[in-house]
Antibody, heavy 120, light 110 residues
Framework: EVQLVESGGALVQPGGSLRLSCAAS????????MHWVRQAPGKGLVWVSL????????DYADSVKGRFTISRDNAKNTLYLQLNSLRGEDTAVYYC?????????????WGQGTMVTVSS | QSVLTQPPSVSAAPGQKVTISCSGS????????VSWYQQVPGTSPKVLIY???KRPSGVPDRFSGSRSGTSATLGITGLQTGDEADYYC???????????FGTGTKVTIL
């Protein structure tokens, strides 16, 4: 079965750090561009970051640029998101998603999400 | 603040039809493919439409998509109770160099 499974979400204090993981199975991660998308409680979907198939290109939403870092380990079939200098407004469910065919294509596979809560 | 605008909610009786609009600009919808996602409360989003009007395997043909200029539309016919969900349009924005989602539309079955 093709699936993505996120982990690493937690309650963290403002200014803290966290690393999210997204394990892929049922397909070869190295073939695909991957994205992170977040959703604050009761709010809509917001794109966070993307990474190309070999990890040489990354992009970020302005709201997280300089604080978050996306990376991947294709040998481990795993995608990561390092979250630093966390703020209350970063509280959200974080989803990893596979781009169907290129960086700007539809997200055809989504993980179940992992919750990040930033609070003192 | 999303750059893609959708109506907050639409509603109709079972068996009826609804359409959801998604308004953007030349930097996003006007020059990039549009996708539509369904999110049932408490679950992850699921792609319904990609490349403006194509349906992934397993998505019923009751769901359809179209694009005209800088707007896109999702249509749902033969409404079922299981269609109650939030629906989002999404596309790449070439000016922002970012993927953008619509504001989301809640579909309610009366």
């Amino acid at each position: 079965e093709v699936q993505l499974v996120e982990s690493g979400g937690a309650l963290v204090q403002p200014g803290g750090s966290l690393r999210l993981s997204c394990a892929a199975s049922g397909f070869t991660l190295s073939t695909y561009w991957m994205h992170w998308v977040r959703q604050a409680p009761g709010k809509g979907l917001v794109w966070v970051s993307l990474i190309n198939s070999d990890g040489s290109r990354t992009d970020y939403a302005d709201s997280v640029k300089g604080r978050f870092t996306i990376s991947r380990d294709n040998a481990k079939n795993t995608l990561y998101l390092q979250l630093n200098s966390l703020r209350g407004e970063d509280t959200a469910v974080y989803y990893c998603a596979r781009a169907r065919d290129g960086y700007n294509d539809a997200f055809d596979i989504w993980g179940q999400g992992t919750m990040v809560t930033v609070s003192s | 603040q999303s750059v893609l605008t959708q109506p907050p909610s639409v509603s109709a009786a079972p068996g009826q039809k609804v359409t959801i609009s998604c308004s953007g600009s030349s930097s996003n919808i006007g020059n990039n493919y549009v996708s539509w996602y369904q999110q049932v409360p408490g679950t992850s989003p699921k792609v319904l439409i990609y490349d403006n009007s194509k349906r992934p395997s397993g998505v019923p043909d009751r769901f359809s998509g179209s694009r005209s200029g800088t707007s896109a539309t999702l249509g749902i016919t033969g409404l079922q109770t299981g269609d109650e969900a939030d629906y989002y349009c999404g596309t790449w924005d070439s000016s922002l160099s970012a993927y953008v989602f619509g504001t989301g539309t809640k579909v309610t079955i009366l």
